[in-house]
């Protein structure tokens, strides 16, 4: 069994080798606006893989996202500012009080199946985004809400990350510390739990699985990983922007997992890349941002049409042939 | 021992189970009857799927609706359905270890059972193939190893040979009958294939627009000139 657990898969080894490069080599290389580009995406990373593996996994498709990331950066920003805790207590507590936060907001659909999820997210999604417009994000205010104007008081970086380099290697290891924490559900009694939960809801309480509790399980992995990622989003810029956290960019958000390829590792960074490196590229070659949005349209479009597995799973299918050739003509 | 006592079931304006009794009291039984019988619906409300409108069902002194579905099935109650239901991203193993999957207790016998169970229906080398990879047949045996896992009490299966060759419908046959020696569970079986029902069945209920039209041994049953007719009229159709 724990064989099983620790068994590791050309795709993982992949993924793994992929987390070693962003954590030696991109801190060394990137200069310091790339390292925000870079940081930002890696958070998004996290969340994405939340969104992703609940809807590779069974099926559940979560429109609220980024709403949630809001939720664990505004208590990040709220600990920073209200208390004299280490960063990490901060970030658990964060990453906690956003999965309850997506509990009680799914909660009325967890026992609708499809599209009610969906639906019952957006709203959230735009509920949070009026709250978060409306009170802002605190800087170091008064009272509940903790915001005030002028400028923002100081945001205590991780005592093992004071510089961004050091920051971003922070992130990568959150990142695919993720990663592992969802592959590590999969291969237990949760994945496969969720697995005939994908398979047919019937099938599922037939065999026994509690298909509700099972749900809300995915929800919270989901919750804790965009509170974690909205957390060090907190923690890299100091301040958060009520724009970052709209409703239309948890769809986005969602939309690019489809398109990245959400059964992946590699569909997870796709989806990050397109959101975030994206549109800096864009801006940095002086190209109207918006552009991001046409090819965001058209990789859609091609998700829809030619890869159900999105771009990950091309590239995964075109590793594995070369691999099964290599592997034949290697052998007398 | 089962007792179905008065089951009825209503869809709106359609009757689906009108006041259907039974006492299934033989290691494997059949449900039998025409097209849109009730039999499938008889099932759902043994699994929870459907509320009876009226009615109980007790299975060796449990009340079965009373528990929620996947309390029934930590109860014993195990079911296959019409179309199976074998979780592609699973291997054959995870897909039946799924049914033993409660507490952290007794992993390593939990594994063995599995490894047994699949060996029994004859898959022990595809026990690492992915569902996705399976033939219709495999996946159907897959099925009845699941079905088997778990200290079952009560197995049932909707249509299991369909769409099977004759050959795989006497293999499968062969180990439905043999569930009972087994697992100590009893069985119950709806199939169209009446020759197969014959075979495994020591007792059959009839069904026909809801109503139970005939019940006792399966080849007085068959022999009931009520049973023909319901046949003989939906032959055609
Ligand atoms: N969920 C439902 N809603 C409305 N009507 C239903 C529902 N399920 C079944 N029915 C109706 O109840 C009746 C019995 O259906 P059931 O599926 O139990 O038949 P069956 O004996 O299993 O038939 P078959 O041999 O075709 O599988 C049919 O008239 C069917 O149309
Ligand atoms: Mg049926």
């Known amino acids: ?332 | 021992m089962i007792e179905v006592d008065k089951v009825s079931v209503r869809f709106g304006g359609v009757v689906a189970l009108a006041e259907v009794s039974a006492v299934f009291t033989q290691p494997v039984s059949g449900i039998i009857g025409p097209n849109g019988a009730g039999k499938t619906t008889l099932m759902n409300v043994f699994s929870g799927f459907v509320s009876a409108a009226a009615g109980r069902v007790v299975c060796d002194g449990e009340d079965l609706l009373r528990l929620s579905p996947h309390r029934r099935a930590h109860w014993g109650l195990r079911r296959s359905f019409q179309k199976e239901e074998i979780a592609n991203d699973l291997t054959v193993f995870d897909n039946v270890l799924v049914q033993t999957d409660r507490g952290f207790t007794g992993a390593s016998a939990r594994r063995a059972e599995v490894a047994r169970l699949i060996e029994l229906v004859g898959l022990a080398d595809r026990a690492d193939t992915f569902g996705r990879d399976l033939s219709g047949f495999e996946r159907r045996l897959a099925d009845v190893a699941k079905c088997m896992a778990g200290n079952p009490r009560l197995v049932m299966f909707d249509e299991p040979a369909g769409g099977l060759s004759i050959d795989e419908t006497h293999t499968l046959g062969t180990l439905i009958k043999r569930i009972h020696a087994e697992t100590g569970a009893q069985t119950l079986v709806i199939d169209h294939d009446v020759e197969l029902i014959s075979e495994i069945c020591d007792e059959t209920l009839v069904l026909d627009f809801g109503r139970r039209i005939a019940f006792g041994p399966t080849a007085e049953v068959l022999a009931d000139p009520a049973v023909k007719a319901a046949y003989l009229g939906t032959e055609e159709v």
């Not at chain 1, 939340?50 to 429109?63: D, E, I, K, P, T």
């Not at chain 1, 099938?203 to 749900?215: D, E, L, R, S």
């Not at chain 1, 890349?273 to 070659?285: D, M, S, V």
């Not at chain 1, 590793?319 to 592997?327: C, D, I």
């Open chain 1, 1 to 332: 069994m724990l064989k099983r657990l620790l068994h590791v898969t050309p795709s993982g080894a992949a993924g793994l080798a992929f987390a070693a490069f962003a954590f030696l080599v991109i801190p060394a290389l990137a200069g310091k606006l790339w390292l925000s580009v870079f940081i930002s995406t890696g958070c998004f990373v996290l969340a994405i893989a939340g969104v992703a593996f609940m809807y590779a996994r069974l099926g559940m498709v979560s429109l609220t996202q980024v709403g949630l990331m809001g939720v664990g950066g505004w208590v990040m920003l709220r600990l920073n500012h209200a208390a004299g805790f280490p960063f990490e207590v901060n970030l658990v507590i964060a990453a906690l009080v956003t999965m309850v936060c997506g509990w009680i907001l799914a909660l009325p659909a967890m026992r609708m199946r499809g599209l009610y999820l969906a639906l019952v997210t957006l709203m959230a999604a735009g509920g949070l985004e009026i709250i978060f417009a409306t009170y802002q994000f605190p800087n170091g205010g008064e009272g509940f809400w903790g915001v005030k104007t002028g400028s923002a008081d100081a945001f205590r970086r991780p005592w093992l990350a004071q510089t961004p380099e050091a920051y971003l290697r922070y992130v990568v290891a959150f990142v695919t510390l993720g990663f592992l924490f969802i592959e590590a559900h999969r291969r237990l009694w949760p994945g496969r739990a969720w697995a005939l939960i994908r398979r047919s809801e019937a099938a599922a309480m037939a065999a026994g699985v509690n298909v509700t509790f099972y749900k809300m399980w995915a929800f919270g992995i989901a919750g804790v990983l965009a509170g974690a990622a909205g957390g060090l989003l907190a923690g890299s810029l100091g301040l958060l922007d009520d724009a970052t956290f709209r409703a239309s960019e948890s769809v986005m958000l969602f939309a690019l997992a489809v398109v990245g390829g959400a059964r992946y590792w590699l569909g997870a960074v796709i989806a990050a890349t397109l959101y975030r490196i994206l549109p800096a590229l864009l801006n940095n070659w002086g190209v109207d941002a918006d552009l991001a949005f046409v090819i965001f349209g058209a990789g859609l479009l091609h998700a829809v049409i030619t890869a159900p597995n999105g771009i990950a799973g091309q590239i995964m299918d075109l590793a594995a042939g070369l691999r099964a050739r290599f592997g034949k003509g290697g052998k007398p």
